[in-house]
């Protein structure tokens, strides 16, 4: 019995060292394992920081390259906007007022310019430099530093207003588990979320459950962290392509800006002739000083269309073509002062004095003048008559401002261009038309009024040309003047018509031959006294003073009977 007890004793003695070494051996292979889960999930957490910290830089460098692409291209925004205001200035004032004054001085500026350059004022071809054609603002408005590379990376790296990634918008919900497995919550914060709450489970209990979660987490850990490397590269390309842009912008922007203030600069001395330019024409100079202003005209013109880009790419000639064109504008200024100091002293007096006054302002006085004077009548001018007018009446300003004896006959003349423009339009041209409509030349010239047509051996039955009639004309066509060499039959014949045209076409409604005849009447002894007193004088005397050209537009646009009344009696 005791033997047995004693054989019980050992083997329960032996089972009991069996069973400690089991169980010490299974607390060792335990142990093991939840030290292989601590490691591994020390090692996965390590890894979600080194993921972290990649994003946060990557999204970092991608802002600070975004930040430097938009500053690019505002700054060249800026330059461009810049230089189309000049071109807009030049335009509205300079280049106009160029024009006007060629009319006064009696030069075909279109023609002179077109003879010498190929390209045209800007007010022929402003969409050149309109903001929605222009070259240079398709290259920033399309962006300089755009393309899909940087498309990619704003969907990739950019945040929506609600701070969630834009990526999510199509695809992380991939990114929100991510985190959500990996620490609930941002990245870079260091939270661990569900792996942080394994690690207080019971290491015998949890080793299956935390080991399915460590390698969930594993997975979008790993992932996230071969996108984050992803996402690096081509952050780095894209700052290297924005690197290399900003450098190309800043050229660019260099360029215009030199562009701009060549430009500007030599756009003062042009504005320096044109006041002077009145006072040039009045000393008898426009043989000249107009095609000093023609080639100084031609020269800012070339400023305005020089390219900066070519094939939206910085144009490599731009810097000699610039160059070349600056010699010009020097060019220009030499052969100006070389006339300048070839006048006497009392002359280079004169342009002195003009060139401190805006003839610009004068302009716009001179508009505002004369559109209130006319009224509604104004309209009815045609441009060229207009022009005529303005540039009269402001250089008459500019002149007077100088207090200086001068000669304002070339004002006289200017301003009797419209005069006779508007009667010659509406007592001629529209009187061939009317008649025209009525009893054709071709077939029926002998039954036409003679002053408006002759006839010719061969030939027939031809208009008189335009330039054959001269305000002086008007007096006769009015028959305010009778021609004496007419027949009887003819002169009758001349008054049927004009006083039908005048009727039908010429004036307002009016009751009788006589209110017809009347209007007719004012409006011949109205041309006749313009050509007589002052135009014919103006053209042909040495000298128009000052209060002969006060009382000729006193006559002309104050009068009783002057151009705006007469206006008025038309029907258009």
Known sequence: MDNKWMAAGELLRTGGQVLADTL????????????????????????????????????????????????????????????????????????????????????????TMTEQQDWKLPSQQLHVWSPADSILLKAVGTGLLSGATAVGLATALGTASTGTAISSLSGAAYLSSLLACMGGGSLAAGGLGIAGGVAALSAVVAVPAAAFALYKADEAVQKNYEQALLERRKVREYCAEVELRWKKGMLIRTAVRSLTMNMYSFGQFFRDMLNMGAFAVSLKKNSRYMPLLNDAAITLAGYTQLNVLAKDDYNPDFEENLRQLNLKAEKCRQEFYQFFLSLSTQEQSLLEAGRQEEFTVKLEQAKKD???????????????????????????????????????????????????????????????????????????????????????DGKGYVLRSSEQLTLGSIAYLCHFKPDSRLSEAARNRNLHWLSQYGRDRLFRNLASEEEIWQLLWEIGRFADSVASNYRNPAAHSAFFGYQKAVEFFAYVLEGEKSLPWILQQFRK
């Open 370 to 456: 004369l559109s209130g004077r006319f009224g509604d009548r104004w309209k009815r001018l045609d441009n060229k008559s207009q022009n005529f007018l303005v540039s009269g009446r402001a250089i008459f300003y500019q002149l007077a401002a100088a207090r200086q004896m001068i000669d304002y006959s070339s004002v006289c003349v200017v301003v009797s261009k419209a005069v006779e423009g508007e009667l010659k339009r509406r007592l001629f041209s529209e009187f061939c038309r009317y008649m025209e409509e009525r009893l054709p030349l071709a077939e029926h010239g002998g039954e036409w009024p003679s002053g408006l047509c002759q006839h010719k």
């Open 24 to 111: 010490e051996t299974v607390r060792d292979e335990a142990s093991e394992k939840i030290d292989g889960v601590v490691d591994y999930f020390n090692e996965r957490k390590a890894q979600a920081e080194e993921t972290a910290k990649i994003l946060q830089q990557n999204q970092e460098a991608y802002q600070n390259a975004c930040s430097r692409s938009y500053a690019c291209q505002e700054m060249l925004k800026r330059e461009y906007v810049d230089f189309c205001s000049q071109v807009a200035e030049l335009d509205e004032k300079f280049f106009s007022t160029y024009r006007l004054l060629c009319d006064f001085a009696d030069v075909e500026y279109e023609e």
